[in-house]
């Protein structure tokens, strides 16, 4: 007698037999069960299409947005469906903008603004880990609860971006994301060249080429060009051919990219150069919220100074007025001149740079000071010599240009700064701060919560800070 078969092709053989015409009694119980294992397989083939990444898909969306597109198919109303509805500006003659790094600190505030205004906003964001992807979400938590819908995926998903614009007509994109930190850029060089090289291309390859009209792009620059240039303060005039860091060389090789984009296409393009953002819902890797985690946890910080003592400084720029500036950049961009589809340009496009600075430098122990003040506690500083690490000493923004030709008047000094910085902190972790901390901020008193680690109310904080412009 032969030995019972076992492979799962000899099995599927045996079933199959049963469904011949003129089978056996058996034929019903065993068609329900192959009808049975066939939905099953079927389904495990849905999940494997809209789960994992497949080089023979690659012209339908990306994996995250084929994982969009599975949960909206099954909540209602489909992916591209989101996207027009989120897209859609509620006030006649308002814009649709994309907001690229919607779930990043100068993202979400921008999208906000923009929400709030009655402009139509759909976010992109990698959620990458760089930093905390909590705060990544919880910020795009916020959006979502405003109506902004925030699809995931990777600049450099070609396919993802070009069903972005085929599912509705942006007129503007507002490019922010990027791997951010300059010092960062030691230790993971590619991930700099990934996001502010190949990703840009591939975003501005989609808006020339993809997109039907081409929209205007505004994008985030960096102060960080004009590395050792020495002429002050910094003018959009002055060299920028000498960056001190791989990031500031990716945000150059961004600028000079730009100009080929709107050389050959006609895309519209400002570059804005951000002089180190800082408020609330920012960014854990910057100083002035990584010292704030370390000195209310008592740890010592490192605060560097120049060759003989001297200080280091920046131009920190307040979130509420580099929001401002954003929008201002995007209220005047002029439409891009390509035709659809990578076609020839009617005529030249605008190419604009512009400084978003604060115009006041603050020397980094200043900084510290005020948040020993804010904090009521005092900081275990530990003053090195700045390492070789790409960082330059001075930052400091002459914003002329961008006060005429866009309105931008930065109005928010460090400490006002600072002072909302401090209100969001203690609120989203939860922190409980000394008495001696309430001189320097009245609005503690307001704001006060004990313990917990950052509840619900963290986001009702977000939203006072969100609403105060500057
Ligand atoms: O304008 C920009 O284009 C950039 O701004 C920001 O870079 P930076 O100006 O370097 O900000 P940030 O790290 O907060 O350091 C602030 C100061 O603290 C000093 N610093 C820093 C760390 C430390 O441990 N000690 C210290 O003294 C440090 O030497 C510096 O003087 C963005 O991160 C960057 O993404 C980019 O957008």
């Known amino acids: 007698m032969a030995p019972p078969e076992k492979t799962k092709t000899v099995k599927l053989e045996r079933y199959g037999s049963y469904l011949r015409p003129g089978g056996s009694g058996r034929l019903a119980p065993a068609a329900s069960k192959l009808l049975f294992r066939a939905t099953l397989l079927a389904l495990f083939l849905l999940l494997l299409f809209f789960t994992l990444p497949h080089p023979i898909l690659s012209r339908s969306p990306s994996f ?19 996207i027009r509805r989120s897209a859609e500006p509620p006030r006649g003659g308002g814009l649709s903008v994309l907001v690229t790094g919607a779930a990043g600190f100068i993202g979400t505030h921008c999208s906000l603004a923009l929400k709030e205004r009655g402009d139509g906003v759909v976010g992109l964001d990698n959620f990458n880990a760089y930093y905390a992807t909590s705060l990544k979400r919880r910020r795009a938590a916020l959006l979502s609860a405003r109506g902004v819908f925030v699809a995931e995926g990777d600049l450099n998903d070609g396919a993802l971006l070009a069903a972005l614009f085929r ?62 240039n020495e002429g002050r303060p910094f003018s959009e005039a002055h060299r920028t051919d000498r960056p001190a860091s791989l990031y500031a060389a990716t945000k150059k090789a961004g600028e000079e990219i730009a100009h080929v984009y709107n050389h050959i296409y006609g895309l519209s393009l400002t570059g804005l150069r951000f002089f180190t953002v800082y408020g609330p819902w920012g960014r854990p890797d910057m100083a002035y919220f990584s010292f704030t985690r370390d000195i209310l946890a008592g740890k010592h910080i490192t605060v560097f100074e120049a060759a003989g003592g001297g200080e280091v400084a920046r ?12 929008l201002a950049a995007l209220d005047t961009a002029e439409r891009s001149t390509g035709a659809g589809g990578g076609g020839a340009k009617s005529g030249p496009a605008q190419l604009r740079v512009y400084n978003l600075g604060n115009t006041s430098p603050v020397p980094v122990t200043k900084l510290v000071a005020i948040l020993e003040s804010l904090l009521g506690v005092k900081a275990k500083k530990r003053v090195v010599r700045m390492p070789a690490n790409g960082d330059v000493f001075f930052t400091h923004a002459n914003v002329s240009l961008a006060r005429r030709e866009l309105g931008y008047r930065p109005a928010t000094s460090l400490a006002a700064g600072l002072r909302k910085f401090v209100d969001w902190y203690v609120d989203y972790y939860g922190v409980r701060l ?5 001189a320097a901020r009245p609005s503690l008193a307001k704001t006060k919560r004990a313990g917990g680690g950052g509840g619900g109310a963290a986001e009702d904080a977000a939203e006072s800070s969100l609403s105060v412009s500057a």
């Open 434 to 438: 000394p008495a001696t901390a309430a």
């Open 64 to 82: 995250s947005s084929r994982r969009s597109l599975l949960f909206s198919a099954l909540y209602g109303g489909g992916w591209e469906a989101a």
């Open 315 to 326: 131009d920190f720029t307040f979130i509420g007025d580099v929001v401002e500036g954003c």
């Open 167 to 228: 599912a509705f007509p942006f007129t503007h994109v507002l490019h922010l994301a990027a791997q951010a930190g300059v010092r960062y850029a030691m230790r993971s060089p590619q991930s700099y060249v990934h996001s502010n090289v190949a990703g840009f291309v591939s975003l501005l390859e989609a808006a020339a080429k993809r997109a039907d009209p081409p929209p205007a792009v505004v994008w985030a620059s960096s102060s960080s060009v004009y590395g050792l």
